[in-house]
């Protein structure tokens, strides 16, 4: 199975550890030719992002490799049905990869603003949001 690049709260260990009971291997990763959006519900902000293409772009993030498929199965039922599993080309250190992302749904691109930050996530939310996980 590919690895999957991840991007927003599944850059959190604490998050993933949650989700899969452990933490799998992961390695720092670029996708290019997206970007990491901020997700907006009319006057709402989500807390967490979302990817979609957008040419010039990149986005840093990690590689997850080693997960199973019932792994894969949490995983997508984390993400919802808002994201798409996509196939994607990753820079890692100075080699091309195919990973999935977790991309937006191109018919929901409308609620997709501005730029989500990891550490801004990691102040404002990571607490209260693994107490909403539990």
């Known amino acids: 199975m590919r ?32 970007h990491r959006f901020s997700i907006h519900d009319g006057a709402d902000v989500r807390p967490y992002p979302a990817v979609f293409p957008r ?29 798409v599993k996509t196939t994607v080309s990753v820079l890692q250190e100075d ?11 191109a018919d929901k691109r409308g609620q997709l603003k501005g730029a989500w930050d990891p550490e801004q996530f990691r102040v404002q939310h990571l607490e209260a949001y693994l107490r909403h996980m539990k």
């Open 3 to 34: 690895p999957l690049f991840v991007y927003g709260t599944l850059l959190f260990p604490e998050i993933l550890h949650v989700l899969l009971g452990r933490l799998p291997g992961s390695s720092e990763a670029l996708l290019s030719g997206y």
């Open 55 to 83: 040419p010039g772009a990149e986005v840093h993030g990690l590689l997850l490799s080693g997960l199973s498929p019932a792994e894969h199965a949490v995983l997508d039922a984390y993400e919802g049905e808002d994201y």
């Open 95 to 105: 080699r091309q990869l195919e990973a999935i992302v977790y991309a937006w749904r």
